[in-house]
């Protein structure tokens, strides 16, 4: 059997075909484990023992929620424990709202309303 140059010729093709598939499927895994490192690097984590809290207790702790909005959470989420439901109804939620102590004790007012008297509050 003898091999002509043609035949040597597209061997030498496919090989270099292979390699450079090879070659691209091992950049792009490099690149996934680059950008997973990255991502793993840029958790916040607390240092040394003790138990990590939950994204709701840290933001209510670092300041980013006030204590009814931390309350509230925290209700809610017991609500979701207790009945196994991932997602409550708004008639839920208002049960949730009322467990809580709130009543309706003011007249209706526009949401846009609500705002300017909170924001006019805290500037005070």
Known sequence: MQ?????????????????????????????????????????????????RRSDDRRAAEEGQMTDEQFTFVMAVNQYKKQNNKPFPSWTEVLEIVQTLGYRKVAEPCSIGDLQKQDSQETEE
């Open 3 to 51: 091999t002509t140059l043609n035949e040597v010729i597209e061997v030498e093709e496919y090989k270099a075909d292979l390699d450079s598939c090879y070659a691209k499927a091992r950049q792009q895994t490099a690149e996934r484990r680059a950008s997973a490192s990255d991502r793993r690097m840029n958790l916040d984590r607390r240092r040394g023992p003790g138990v």
